[in-house]
């Protein structure tokens, strides 16, 4: 085996004789948080993670059920040269 660092040894990995053990990463990080990673122009992707008390929180005001019955939607606005402002921007 080589003794060069691999991705699975960056992703947390580790050697077992000559078998690697892949660490999965966890279900959630518990803090509710959003990332906007833009690959170019035409392309972002959103990353986002929320927290068990604030799921608690939603399924009481919405049904214990709101994260089957509902969908995920990301709204984005150019509020390129609208000082900020949402009304007015255009949506994609």
């Known amino acids: 085996m080589k003794n060069n660092p691999s991705s699975m ?13 892949r660490e999965d990463l966890p279900q959630s990080y518990g803090e509710t948080e ?10 972002i992707f959103l990353l986002w993670d929320i927290a ?13 059920d709101i994260f089957e019955r509902g969908r995920a939607v990301a709204r984005l606005y ?4 609208s000082g900020g402002e949402v009304s007015g ?3 994609f």
């Open 9 to 21: 040894e960056f992703a947390g990995g580790q050697s077992v004789g000559q078998t690697r053990v």
């Open 34 to 43: 959003a990332f906007l990673l833009p690959r170019d122009p035409q392309w």
């Open 52 to 64: 068990q008390s604030v799921r608690d929180f939603i399924r009481q005001e919405h049904g214990q």
């Open 78 to 81: 150019d509020v390129t040269d």
């Open 89 to 91: 921007a255009s949506s």
